[in-house]
């Protein structure tokens, strides 16, 4: 049997989902004519009924209703199929490492689920702001608005505030900032992260000495450890704080100067570039 025409059958769901002929016409932005015209012609090449009159209404027969959710399903899965371009080529992303691995590691699966012919490479700059040659295809990077290349779009704002494993405050919120400082501190880069943040929630203008990490990971997994406190954010320390790993120990949050952007490379955007952006925005 030749298969029915897709448009017959999205008004048979659409009848068994609205009760009504005129309900029918329109979800599906055409004539009550139209519906009529699509079911018996489907009528016709099934053999066998569809609907039944009851009053002025109508009603699916029992083996509709059964064909009804058979082909439900697959008509789902053809607009799935339909919507998703398919791609191919390489794609080079160039992502900050904290955004990298707390938020985008988790989500990369859908992207590739959508787009698995996209060959992706995803490198991580060597520090803040690092878009080198831009040779890249996409950069995600935490950069100071001085930085920001024209036309890049921005992505989300960060704030910090003090993290550490919950033994070492007891579980509980510290008083005041210079409660702070009795624990040791745990710097990024330098030391700059705490003097900036201790001087804005009321504490000493000068941070206390402790060890100074390069990457974002291994300053948390000290922190995890009970080896210090941290400055954190809701992207970077979100997973941690709800595995119960880290917890804000002080209320206050200093709003960065630096924010996360979306940054083309020099070259033309691809169309596997084109459809990372849509994936990553939409997310977001």
Do not use: C
Not at 1 to 11: D, E, K, N, Q, Y
Not at 17 to 46: M, N, P, Y
Not at 132 to 161: H, I, Q, W
């Amino acid at each position: 049997m030749p298969i029915p025409s897709t448009s017959a059958l999205r008004a048979l769901v659409a009848l068994a989902r609205t009760g009504s002929i005129t309900g029918t016409a329109e979800a599906l932005s055409v004539t009550q004519s139209a519906i009529s015209h699509k079911l018996k012609a489907l009528e016709e090449q099934l053999g066998f009924p569809l609907i039944r009159r009851e009053g002025r209404g109508v009603r699916l027969t029992e083996r509709a209703r059964h064909y009804v959710a058979e082909v439900g399903p697959a008509l789902d899965i053809l607009a799935r199929a339909s919507e998703t371009q398919i791609l191919s080529g390489s794609l080079t992303l160039n992502v900050a490492s904290g955004f990298a691995a707390s938020w985008l590691a988790p989500r990369i699966g859908g992207f590739l689920a959508k787009h698995p012919g996209v060959a992706l490479r995803i490198n991580t700059p060597r520090g803040y702001g690092d878009l080198g040659g831009r040779r890249n295809n996409l950069y995600v990077s935490f950069l100071m608005p001085e930085e920001v290349p024209a036309g890049s779009t921005k992505l989300m704002d960060v704030g910090f505030f003090p993290v550490a494993a919950p033994s070492m405050a007891g579980g509980q919120m510290l008083p005041d900032a210079g409660a702070v400082t009795r624990f040791p501190l745990l710097h990024l880069d330098n030391r700059q992260d705490w003097q900036r943040w201790l001087s804005a929630a009321g504490g000493a203008d000068t941070a206390e000495p402790g060890v100074v990490f390069q990457d974002l990971q291994i300053m948390e997994a000290a922190a995890k450890a009970g080896q210090g406190v941290s400055l954190g954010d809701r992207l970077t320390s979100r997973a941690a704080m709800e595995r119960g790993e880290l917890m804000q120990v002080h209320p206050f949050e200093l709003p960065s100067p630096r924010a996360y952007w979306l940054v083309h490379g020099t070259a033309l955007p691809s169309e596997s570039a084109r459809a990372f952006e849509a994936w990553l925005l939409a997310e977001l």
